[in-house]
Nanobody, 122 residues
Framework: QYQLVESGGGLVQPGGSLRLSCVGS????????IGWFRQAPGKERERVAC????????NYADAVKGRFSISRDNTVNTVWMQMNGLNAEDTATYYC???????????????WGRGTQVTVSS
């Protein structure tokens, strides 16, 4: 069974940091572009960051540029997102997702994890 499994969420104070992980279970993520998305209650899902299969291309939403960093190590089948300078607007459920291509696309990915909750609060 193919799955993406997120971890690393939690409660953090404003200004704090978290590192989210996304592991491919049952398949190799090395061949696929991976994105991080988030959705807060009452808001639309938002694309946060994306990384190509080889890791040579990344892009970020304007809201997180300079604060979040996406990376991957295909040898351990994992994609990470380092989140620094967190604020209350970053509170959301974060999902990783895979496109069936090596490059990020504007369309929604076809494979999704179940998400990990990030709450930024004092």
């Amino acid at each position: 069974q193919y799955q993406l499994v997120e971890s690393g969420g939690g409660l953090v104070q404003p200004g704090g940091s978290l590192r989210l992980s996304c592991v491919g279970s049952g398949f190799r993520v090395a061949y696929y572009a991976i994105g991080w998305f988030r959705q807060a209650p009452g808001k639309e899902r938002e694309r946060v960051a994306c990384i190509s299969a080889g890791g040579t291309s990344t892009n970020y939403a304007d809201a997180v540029k300079g604060r979040f960093s996406i990376s991957r190590d295909n040898t351990v089948n994992t994609v990470w997102m380092q989140m620094n300078g967190l604020n209350a607007e970053d509170t959301a459920t974060y999902y990783c997702a895979a496109w069936a291509t090596s490059n990020c696309r504007s369309s929604l990915p076809g494979s999704w994890g179940r998400g990990t909750q990030v709450t930024v609060s004092s």
